[in-house]
């Protein structure tokens, strides 16, 4: 390799596994963390720690001004040259710092007023803390998005690993000490600021000194570069809102302790989500057009059944267990959880495949044919939930994420059908199949226990019900699952072969 070659990407399935280990790992973080704070810290706190952390999402988008993903696409066009890698990353990274700073300092400044506004006083130092929070988390945005656009999910590992182990630890020390929520809030922004550290230092190791202080890039890269960014602050600020609307809303018109009561499901959500984020960051990069040719979709084909099929076996173990999964997680306090985590059944099945299919359009280098499906899903969620939380309650926002997320999905869906020669027949026949499992996943548990079920039993159901899952999809012939057994080492296929539907 000479100094103006970068390092080979990795293979989608060794980047799949990385990436997954990643998410993993702060999924273990998260888990812990998230089941200290809920307990510790009660309905309202966590509803205060929760409103932060949305107006947080919010600000992010001004702080990323779209750099993050728009350097992300250009990184990929880029890989094996070294040179012009350095320009995309460094160029990008002068700009996010500025743009970071000016925000995290605009909402320091206004955390009085904001907390005043949600005539919530308590408010004001989580949001003081979620500014420095912010700075950092944006930097911290660009990095693992880079690492992903050039195939080097074990470096994005290792920031992620460093960074959710700090953040948990200071969190949970912060707290205990008395800090409530402003200590919650304080421990992410001290996590977030020693995960840009790890990864600075990963970036120069990975493309040399030159990411600190890189070519000066022409202006015609420049406009390229913040003109696709700037298409996609907009699809992600319009999204950020659709993401968080739901909690700020609920926490307006019931209160912050309706706020914690909606946002912990939520939390029990985004665990769900890291295998479809894993499988993102290996697959989405693949879609960069290369030269005249069109993009391969076999990928993406694969990647949406396997998602569909991950999370159907979620939604079945949801509907079955909705009940004692809250108790056992969430701890008292949080009763009507359970009803809101059965009623985001249908954003949980879509949540995956959107995921892919959102990232995929953007590095097919179309994210402006996003917006009006982005600016459509808000506004619709926006009067739904308006409609239905003064009616239902919380339950009402978890109808109109639902309802808007179906939506955004299948709009996505219809944008990538229209790029590419997605075929949607292998995706409809996994579906088909992981509907019929799902189906008896849920009946094998309901048979274990419904209502109140000892912690025992699902220590021990959760295993029964996915090998039940599994078994079914073996016996229907799923050639995904044939596909994937493929992967494993030899000794284990000859003990158990498995023979794909043609």
Known sequence: MTGDEAPAPAGIRRNAGLAFGAQLTAG???????????????????????????????????????????????????????????????????????????????????????ASAYDIPSLLWPLRAMAVAVVAQSILGLFRSSFAAVGRMGADWTMIAGESAVETAASIALVALGAGAAGAAWGRAIGYGVGVAVGLALAVRLLGLGVLRPPRADRAFVRRL??????????????????????????????????????????????LLYPALALTAAVAPRMVRSGDGPPAVAPLEHGLSLLLLVHLMAIAAVLAWAEPLVKLILGPGYGEAADVLRALTPFILLAGPARLLTASVNYLGEARRRIAVVLAALALNIVLD?????????????????????????????????????????????????????????????????????????????????????????ALREPLLAELWQSAPGWARRRLPLRARR
């Open 28 to 114: 273990v973080f998260t888990a812990v963390l998230t089941l200290y704070l809920v307990r510790e810290l009660g309905p309202a706190a966590f509803g205060t720690f929760s409103i932060a952390l949305s107006i947080g999402a919010l600000v992010m988008l001004p702080a990323d001004v779209g750099l993050s993903q728009s350097a992300a696409r250009f990184l990929a066009e880029s890989r094996g040259n070294k040179i012009a890698m350095v320009r995309v990353l460094g160029t990008a990274l002068r700009m996010k710092l500025v743009a970071a700073a000016l925000v995290g300092a605009l909402l320091f400044a206004l955390a009085g007023p904001i």
């Open 386 to 474: 308006l409609l239905l939380i003064p009616r239902i309650g919380v339950v009402g926002a978890a109808v109109g994420n639902d309802v808007a997320f179906a939506l955004y999905a299948f709009g996505h869906l219809h944008i990538c059908r229209r790029l590419t020669d997605l075929s949607l027949v292998p995706v409809v026949k996994s579906l088909g199949r992981g509907l019929i499992a799902a189906a008896a996943m849920s009946a094998v548990l309901l048979a274990i226990g419904h209502g109140d079920v000892a912690t025992a039993w699902i220590v021990v159901g959760l295993p029964v019900g996915t090998a039940t899952f599994l078994a079914c999809l073996v």
């Open 226 to 271: 913040v003109g696709y960014g700037f298409a996609l602050l907009i699809i992600d600020g319009v999204y950020s809102v659709f993401a968080q609307i739901d909690v700020l809303l609920v926490g307006a018109i019931l209160g912050a302790g309706a706020a914690g009561v909606f946002a912990a499901p939520l939390r029990i959500v985004a665990v």
